[in-house]
Nanobody, 126 residues
């Protein structure tokens, strides 16, 4: 139905910024709500942000509110995660996920998504 590929991860210092991209191919991307998740070794995958299929509504986890912003450009089949004021605890593999839903829908549950990318590593040094 749709394939997802994350990019933009890397090594940065605390306080710096980084932008991740989630590129989609296949089915009409404007029909899919998208979420961002992150996971460190030995821990469960944590939800951090979500956006409706049209991009009019977003939701961000309390742990990253004020620092992270999710957005999308459906003409480019891409969802972004702008990460500012990065902290060492933000270090993780970041994944994007998608699900085909009606306009206005989004979820913070990983069980609500059925398409996943392979992830991109973000490392924040002290």
């Amino acid at each position: 139905q749709v394939r997802l590929a994350e990019s933009g991860g890397g090594l940065v210092k605390a306080g710096e910024s980084l932008t991740l991209s989630c590129a989609a191919s296949g089915d009409a991307f404007s029909s899919y709500a998208v979420g961002w998740f992150r996971q460190t070794s030995g821990e469960e995958r944590e939800w951090i942000a979500a956006i409706t299929r049209g991009g009019a509504a977003t939701k961000v986890a309390n742990s990253v509110t004020g620092r992270f912003t999710i957005s999308r450009d459906n003409s480019k089949n891409t969802v972004y995660l702008q990460m500012n004021s990065l902290k060492p605890e933000d270090t993780a593999v970041y994944y994007c996920a998608a699900v085909k839903r009606e306009s206005g829908w989004l979820t913070s549950s990983r069980l609500g998504y059925n398409y996943w990318g392979q992830g991109t590593q973000v490392t924040v040094s002290s």
